[in-house]
């Protein structure tokens, strides 16, 4: 007989592990460049504004988690606030979330693999998937494991390339002004449409909410995981995107596959290879997280009667809920061998930017109704806060795609 419940085995230490690891993966790697092609110099503005933009949403989870510790994340949170249609969808927003996202990943790096061996982009994608599945299906201490190791070595390759550039910001060769934007609307709409793109490299945190149910002291480890986790992966993020600005030719590096290997082309010690094998591990971890993410809202969702029944079984072995998992993996798949990067990448933080919204309007009638509540609070202008920046990013990111903007 299956048991029904899932293993608490993950401490605030290994909980921003992987809070980190979801969101320092292929996104930074992979798509960095793409967001310089669009900001130029200006990048760190971009990346600070869906830094936070983030951060906002990333507090209402934090409460929201508190409150509702459960598995489902924002589709347990819209059910509570508003009706169990409503969670419903967003339940299955968050899953379609993961598994765009993982799509996006495994694309990128079949990319990668293909760089490095030349394996047909199709095998690589099939291969990726698959040992992906059976981590994911293996155990989530194994899991979580696997995803702190990675982001251990995520971050050191962010560490090292700002090491390696380092006599660029002491002889710089721009006036600091280059780097502050003006206030004209042309400038300032760059910005905030390379945002919604550089936003993609944030998404992850949300995620961790999901693990609700196997996290130790949960109601106060799983909301400052989340914030620690994305502080750290700002300040990261902000440093190399500056780095990226001053020490290469910013063409190059917005046409790399992998842009973090243009930052190491001219050191004796770091080959562009190493930076190669890094972001191709990067993006592994974001895909695993984002399996592990999907598998247990939908999980979550059987549970509560918002999907299938069949996908709330727990193996008895492995304390994983394996038909979630499988479910989750096939679709993944074959949304890697048919759509391209660019237009998952996009699909991703549109569907995410909708989930945040929902879920700042969730804790705002939560907070109105006043219900008693003793743990993790935030004030009640910061989910109005994060909901109406989601919104504002979402609307000018779905202009500029459609090409309203100019």
């Not at 994608?125 to 599945?133: D, F």
């Not at 984002?290 to 979550?300: D, H, K, P, T, Y």
Request: aromatic share 10%.
């Amino acid at each position: 007989m299956a048991d029904k419940s899932l293993k608490r085995a993950i401490s605030l230490p290994g909980l921003v592990f992987y809070g980190v690891g979801t969101m320092i993966g292929g996104g930074i790697y992979a798509l960095l460049g793409k967001v310089t092609d669009i900001a130029g110099l200006l990048t760190p503005w971009a990346i600070i504004i869906a830094g936070v933009m983030a951060l906002f949403s990333a507090f209402s989870f934090a409460e929201l988690s508190a409150r509702y510790p459960k598995s489902g994340g924002p589709a347990f949170y819209l059910q509570q606030a508003f009706s169990r249609p409503i969670g419903q969808i967003f339940g299955f927003l968050v899953i379609a979330t993961g598994v765009v996202s993982a799509a996006t990943l495994s694309v990128a790096v079949s990319g990668f693999l293909h760089d490095l061996a030349n394996l047909p982009l199709w095998l690589g994608q099939l291969s990726i998937v698959i040992l992906l599945a059976m981590i994911a299906c293996w155990g989530i201490q194994q899991s979580v494991v696997t995803v702190a190791v990675i982001t251990l070595v995520e971050v050191i390759g962010l560490i090292l390339v700002i090491v390696v550039n380092s006599d660029s910001v002491i002889n710089l060769q721009r006036p600091p002004s280059a780097f502050l934007p003006s206030l004209g609307p042309q400038i300032w709409l760059s910005i905030f449409t390379a945002s919604f793109l550089a936003f993609y490299a944030f998404i992850g945190f949300e995620d961790m909410v999901t693990l609700a149910e196997e996290v130790k002291s949960v109601k106060k480890n799983l909301p400052y995981g989340i914030v620690i986790s994305l502080l750290i992966t700002l300040l990261l993020y902000v440093g190399v995107s500056f780095i990226a600005v001053i020490s290469v030719d910013l063409g190059d590096f917005a046409s790399s596959n992998t842009p973090m290997a243009e930052l190491t082309r001219q050191s004796a010690w770091l080959s562009p290879q190493t930076l190669i094998i890094i972001s191709l591990l990067a993006g592994i971890n974001g895909a695993l997280v984002q399996i592990i993410m999907a598998a247990r809202v939908l999980f979550g969702m059987a549970r509560n009667q918002q999907a299938p029944q069949v996908f709330k079984s727990i193996n008895a072995k492995t304390q994983t809920p394996i038909n979630a998992s499988v479910i989750v993996t096939t679709t993944i798949l074959l949304l890697a061998l048919c759509v391209d990067l660019t237009t998952l990448a996009k699909l991703t933080s549109g569907i995410i930017l909708i989930v945040f919204s929902g879920v700042n309007i969730a804790l705002l009638k939560v907070k109105r109704q006043e219900l008693p509540f003793d743990g993790f609070q935030v004030f009640i202008w910061v989910p109005i806060c994060g909901f109406l920046m989601s919104a504002a990013i979402f609307i000018m990111g779905f202009m500029a795609t459609l090409g309203m903007t100019h």
